[in-house]
C-alpha cells in the first residue's frame, strides 16, 4: 500500500512541508515518485516519521534523532549511544527545569512583597528595574 504525502500528512500529523524538510535534510527517506512527480510513500514512512515526530516532541535536536534513526535503523547494535543521548537530554531538561523554577521563585517573591500601593513603592517596577539580578534570555537557555 502506498499514499500521498498529504495522506503521510493525516496519517502522523505532520504537515507537508514539515514532510519535505526532513526529506530534504536526510531524516525521512526521498519516496518513489510516480510518472506526475508525485511522491508516494509506504508504511514504513508512517513509522519513521512518527518516530521524528515524537523525538522532535520531547525536544531533541535533528543531529540527535538522525543519530537515533540510525541506531534504529541498525538494531544489532549497542544501546550505549541511545542511552548517552537521552541523558544529555534529560541534563538539558533538568537545568531549564531548575531555572524555570529560580525564575517563579524571584516572581513569586515580587508579587508577594507587592504593597499595591503607587507606582513610586511598587516591589515590581522596582525589582524589574534592577539591572543586578542578570535574568534574561541567557537565564532560560
Known sequence: MDFSIGEL??????????????EQIGLLPAPP??????????KAAVSRLAF????R???FEVEAIRALLSLQDHPEQSCATADAIAKARLAEVESRIASLN???????????ECACGRVAECRVIE???DRSHGHGPLALG
Open 52 to 55: 521524528i515526530r515524537h523525538s
Open 127 to 129: 525589582t524589574l528595574a
Open 33 to 42: 515518485r510516480t510518472e506526475g512527480q508525485q511522491r508516494r510513500y509506504e
Open 102 to 112: 529560580a525564575l517563579r521563585l524571584e516572581l513569586t517573591r515580587m508579587v508577594d
Open 9 to 22: 500528512s493525516r496519517r502522523t500529523a505532520v504537515k507537508v512541508p514539515t514532510i519535505r524538510y526532513y
Open 57 to 59: 516532541e520531547l525536544g
